[in-house]
Structure formats: structure tokens, C-alpha cells
């Protein structure tokens, strides 16, 4: 029986290079999918505190803010593909320094520079791509669409990684993920790309961030700080009370499974009804879902809260993109792209410092990291449209 509630969900008519960028983020967000969760849990059995393990990625998105716009150069003057393939190798270079952190502790300076560089280099290219070939009347249902791909290799990711954790261990795990990263560039190759290289101003990326106009947007990508928390605090919380790897991977597949339900629908509403409302009702359920934390305790509320943040973050996220895009699409795509990237790192790191400081009064505690995250997801509510870029 046909469920009328997802007709329309589907985006018609994807660009050839659209589907190239959906193919290659499949196969990319596949590996991705099957470490991410389990880095910070990584350098936490390795030994280092949890004020160790945020000031790790300080230093990370630190490096990241200044180089963005010279990943943004490079993406403008070589092509975006070709940015993105670049990229894979410093990836793969930063899963190789990860694992010899084991061996030798200062293989994390070079694991910093290797993953800052590798952001710089990849979404810069990644959104401009997706503004560039995406339509404007189905914006919101090519983003959510691309979420439902990914969210399907996201249930087989966490799975696998913690299955492969368990019996074979991490070294197995980051060299069946860099292969992935490697085949994940060849859905790109298989055409070549057609682009006008054109030069990105580093000082002016600086200054629109200062610009009066743009204050709102700063204000509302801030928000992305929460994003942080749920990457990198969430997951040490999630060891702590799951105890076990295989556990952890099915937390989270399982999770991701039931919140993918929504995620077609969430797409087709953002392109025919108001952006702002839905944007508006996944602010307030994700900071329900933070402030909620603070009493959890067990696997089965972990599993409730994790699906229901990924829920909000989608209701957030997709009409979040699409104003992205369709502001990039009318003025000008790199520099709409860096603007938003540069705001939620600065979002981040403001996420990070207060993380951070909290970490030295209450060592053991997550409960002011939760609640931090609660009042930067309201901070996203200052989206609106910018003016020309």
C-alpha cells in the first residue's frame, strides 16, 4: 500500500553532477559513519581526560578557522572535485596519525593538522558543489533525500565499526575506512569537471564576518556549537553507560534507523510550507532533548535521546541548508559557503572554551556540557535571510 505521506518526497531531475556528489558522500559518509562516533571514545581509552579530548579538537577547528578560506581559494581556482579529491588523502593521513598516537603521543599534532586541513579542503568544495547543480524549488528535498542515503549507510556504520572494534580492533577499522575514503573519489572522476577558476580573497572572508548585515547569521550558525557536544562529549557519555563497543555501534544504528522515518517528509514540508516554522519546532525539541540528558542514566534513555536529537538536527538542518543554498545560489556561492562555515566554527569553539573551562571545576560531569548545548540550539532561531554576500 502506498503511503501518501511521502509522496512528492523525492527530487526529480538530479543534475549529473549531483548524483556524482551523492554517490561519492555515500561511500565517503560509509567510512565516516564507521569511525566518527568512536574517535573521541578512541583517544579517551588511550588515556587522555575529556579536557584532553576537547582541547584536542580546539586546536583542530583553531587551525580550521584560518585556513577555511584558503580551502575555499583552492576549490574556486582548481574545481570543486578536484578540491574534494585533494582532500581524501589528508583524511586518510589523519586516521594513520590517529592510530600511531598509541605509539607515539605526539603523532596528535600531526592528526590536527592532517583533520584541519582536510575540512578546509572539503567543505568548502562540498557545499559550493551542492549550490552550484542543485535546483531551487527542490532544494529541501535534495538535501533531505541526500540525509535518507547517508542516514541508511549511517545504520550499517556504527554497526560495523563496533563489530570490527570488537574482534580486530582499531588499526583494522582505520585501514578498511581510508580504503573506503580512497574509492569514495571515483564517482567524481568518472567525468571530468567543467569549471572558470576564479581567485578567493582570504582578508575579505575575515571581514564579512564583522559586516553589521550579517550579524543575525553569525548569531544563528553560533548555534552549530551544539553540534560539537553531540559529536565529541555524547559519544565518551554513550562508552560510559553502553560499556562496550558492539553495544555502542548498535546504539547508534538503531537509533539512526528510527530517526531516517522522518527525514523524506521533513524535505518535502521544508519546500512547500514556511522553512522558518519547521526550523522554528526543531530548535525547541532539540533543546528539550539536552536539557533531558541530565537525567539519563541508562542504554534504552541514550537510545531515545540520540534519536531524537538526530530528529531535531534534521528539522534544523535541512531548511538550514536549503536557505544556505539558496542564498549562495543568488549572490555569491564561496563566499555564502565560507561565511556559514567560518560562523559555526567560531560557534564551535565558543562550544569548546566553555566545554572546556567547565571541565577543570566539575572534572567528571557532562551536565554542563548538556545544558550548554540546550542554549546554543536556541541560537539557531536568528536565521534569517542575509542580504547579498
Given at each position: ?7 512528492g ?6 543534475k ?29 581509552t ?11 579538537f ?20 582548481k ?21 600511531s598516537?598509541?605509539?607515539n ?95 578567493f ?93 541530565i ?6 534513555a ?22 544556505v ?12 559557503i ?52
Open positions: 500500500m502506498k503511503l501518501k505521506i511521502f509522496d518526497c523525492i527530487a526529480n531531475g538530479l549529473r553532477e549531483l548524483k556524482e556528489l551523492y554517490l561519492s558522500t555515500l561511500i565517503l559518509n560509509l567510512a565516516i559513519s564507521a569511525v566518527s562516533i568512536f574517535e573521541p571514545i578512541y583517544l579517551y588511550l588515556g587522555f581526560s575529556l579536557s584532553q579530548i576537547v582541547l584536542f580546539i586546536f583542530v577547528y583553531a587551525l580550521y578557522f584560518f585556513i577555511v578560506p584558503i580551502g575555499a581559494n583552492i576549490a574556486r581556482t574545481g570543486y572535485e578536484h578540491s574534494i579529491f585533494y582532500s581524501s588523502f589528508f583524511c586518510i593521513l589523519y586516521y594513520l596519525s590517529l592510530f598516537i598509541s605509539r603521543v605526539y603523532f596528535v599534532y600531526l592528526a590536527i593538522l592532517m583533520l584541519a586541513v582536510s575540512k578546509a579542503l572539503y567543505w568548502p568544495a562540498y557545499h559550493a558543489d551542492f549550490t552550484r547543480f542543485g535546483r531551487g524549488e527542490e532544494r529541501s528535498r535534495e538535501i533531505s533525500n541526500l540525509v535518507v542515503l547517508y542516514s541508511i549507510v549511517c545504520v550499517v556504520g556504527p554497526f560495523l565499526g563496533g563489530l570490527i572494534i570488537s574482534f580486530f580492533g582499531f588499526k583494522v577499522l582505520f585501514m578498511m575506512v581510508s580504503f573506503l575514503i580512497l574509492i569514495s573519489n571515483l564517482p567524481m572522476l568518472a567525468t571530468k569537471e567543467v569549471f572558470t577558476p576564479l581567485k580573497s582570504y582578508k575579505d572572508a575575515f571581514k564579512r564576518l564583522f559586516k553589521k548585515n550579517y550579524r543575525k547569521g553569525v548569531l544563528a550558525y553560533l548555534g552549530y556549537g551544539e553540534e560539537f557536544i553531540f559529536l565529541v562529549i555524547w559519544p565518551v557519555f554513550i562508552y560510559l553507560t553502553a560499556k562496550n563497543f558492539f553495544s555502542i555501534g548498535s546504539i547508534i544504528a538503531l537509533s539512526t534507523l528510527i530517526s531516517s522515518l522522518s527525514i523524506l517528509y521533513i524535505g518535502k514540508t521544508a519546500d512547500e510550507k514556511d522553512k522558518y516554522k519547521i526550523l522554528n519546532s526543531g530548535i525547541i525539541f532539540g533543546s528539550i532533548s539536552w536539557f533531558l540528558r537525567f539519563t542514566s541508562s542504554p534504552f541514550v537510545f531515545l535521546l540520540h534519536s531524537s536529537t538526530q530528529i531535531s538536527q534534521r528539522l534544523v538542518g535541512i531548511p538550514m541548508m536549503s536557505l543554498y539558496n542564498q549562495g545560489s543568488k549572490s555569491s556561492i564561496m563566499k555564502t565560507v561565511f556559514f562555515e567560518m560562523s559555526l566554527v567560531i560557534g564551535k569553539l565558543a562550544a569548546m572554551l566553555v566545554v572546556y573551562l567547565f571541565l577543570f571545576i566539575y572534572p567528571n560531569s557532562f551536565i554542563p556540557a548538556f545544558v550548554l548545548a540546550g542554549l546554543m540550539t536556541l541560537l539557531y532561531s536568528f536565521i534569517t535571510q542575509l542580504k547579498k554576500i
